[in-house]
């Protein structure tokens, strides 16, 4: 199984977009959106200086960018993606990245929230001194005792021995002055404690754009920051990305989500590196391919289609799935056949040695075919039950 992973913020590079504004549509597309984010994209990708694109408000829209038309070069018709892609997922803002390439909003929709999303985190961060450093290695139980101690938040859980503590100034240097034992600390060139309550305000901002933007379910698997579970309800995955920058990004369960699906390759669009990189330590035996350049495209075609599988969530509109947000056995609430159920009703539960998560019919319909049987174990992503979506009225 393929994922498509996006990355998030810090992980722009100096001139990263110089090689693909000579592929085809990139220059032109990359043009369209600077429109819509009202800022000269190719310019922060070419030209401007590393720190220029340190900028949250800068560094934000970029990013989501560069993902989207790059995608493009690699999917030149977007419905050949879903051929492949098993699941998609990306960090921190790359989240709105992955969810516009699976199809929950438009690419002019994700530029207006990125947009706003940066200007706003942005403007929270300069209303306090905070930031973020790097806590690598060290024991997790100690790790995670001493920042809350200093009234500190795991703001990044990023697995591979790696968390990323975010707080005020005087937080972290108290955290510099004791670190946990037998671990490293690396300052991060950050503008704030992103995905802290530090952020709450930028979230509210965020949250009365989010109530214009219309939105369509994923049309594959997608993970979410929050929790690793797999959303197919594309108001609640807008919900979640309004609500992750105020709340951590649990990156370490959503490779445990690629883990339990099965995932044997990870393909990360530009700028490359940094999940791949995660990757190799914690998910074992999955191949990465990091892509920068369009001199690599043909490669990354051929590690698609090694590793490719096609959706299981198909976008009929006749039907609709209800499906499994992680893995766990399901245990159902003894709903039949023919039974008409209202939106937001719920179907069951998905229990694990983790969590226990409701699973709703997040439409409504009419009951047509149940996929699986209480008891029964399933897998991130796996069709439950197919529902006519007719919704009852109320």
Not at 105 to 111: G, K, L
Not at 147 to 174: I, W
Not at 213 to 219: M, S
Not at 260 to 280: C, F, S
């Amino acid at each position: 199984m393929l994922a498509v992973v996006a990355p998030g913020q810090g992980a722009q590079k100096l001139g990263f977009l110089e090689p693909w504004l000579e592929s085809p549509g990139v220059a032109d597309r990359l043009h369209w959106l600077s429109a819509v984010a009202g800022l000269d994209l190719e310019f922060y990708g070419t030209r401007a200086d590393a720190e220029t694109i340190r900028d949250t408000a800068i560094a934000q829209p970029l990013l989501v960018a560069s993902g989207l038309v790059t995608a493009l070069a690699l999917f030149p018709h977007p419905a050949d993606a879903f051929r492949v892609v098993g699941v998609a997922a990306g960090h921190s803002v790359g989240e709105i990245t992955a969810a516009t390439g699976v199809g929950v909003i438009s690419a002019e929709q994700a530029m207006v929230l990125v947009r706003e999303r940066g200007a706003a985190m942005a403007h929270a961060a300069a209303q306090r001194p905070t930031s973020m450093t790097a806590v690598l290695g060290g024991d997790s139980t100690e790790v995670e005792r001493v920042l809350d101690q200093l009234g500190l938040t795991a703001a990044n859980v990023n697995g591979a021995g790696q968390v990323v503590a975010a707080g005020t100034v005087e937080q972290l240097a108290a955290l510099s002055a004791a670190p946990p034992t037998r671990s490293r600390l690396v300052p991060l060139s950050v503008a704030g404690a992103f995905h802290t309550e530090h952020m709450a305000v930028a979230a509210d901002v965020l949250r009365r754009y989010a109530r214009a933007v219309t939105t369509r379910d994923p049309r594959a698997r997608l993970l979410s920051n929050r929790d690793g579970a797999v959303v197919h309800d594309g108001r609640e995955v807008l919900a979640r990305i309004v609500a992750q920058v105020a709340t951590p990004v649990r990156w370490d369960l959503c490779m445990q989500s690629m883990a339990d699906l099965g995932v044997t390759g990870m393909l990360e669009v530009p700028p490359a590196g940094t999940l791949t990189g995660l990757a190799k330590r914690a998910l074992p035996g999955v191949a990465t391919f990091a892509l920068n350049t369009p001199d690599q495209i043909d490669a990354a075609r051929a590690f698609a289609a090694e590793h490719g599988t096609a959706s299981e969530i198909d976008a009929s509109p006749t039907w609709r799935l209800v499906i499994a947000p992680m893995k766990g056995t399901f245990a159902a609430v003894g709903l039949q056949v023919g039974s008409e159920l209202r939106a937001g009703a719920q179907v069951g539960t998905v229990r694990s040695l983790r969590d226990e998560l409701p699973v709703v019919a997040a439409h409504g319909g009419t009951v047509l075919e149940w996929l699986v049987e209480d008891g029964d174990p399933v897998a991130p992503g796996q069709p439950l039950v197919r529902l006519h979506p007719e919704a009852v009225a109320g």
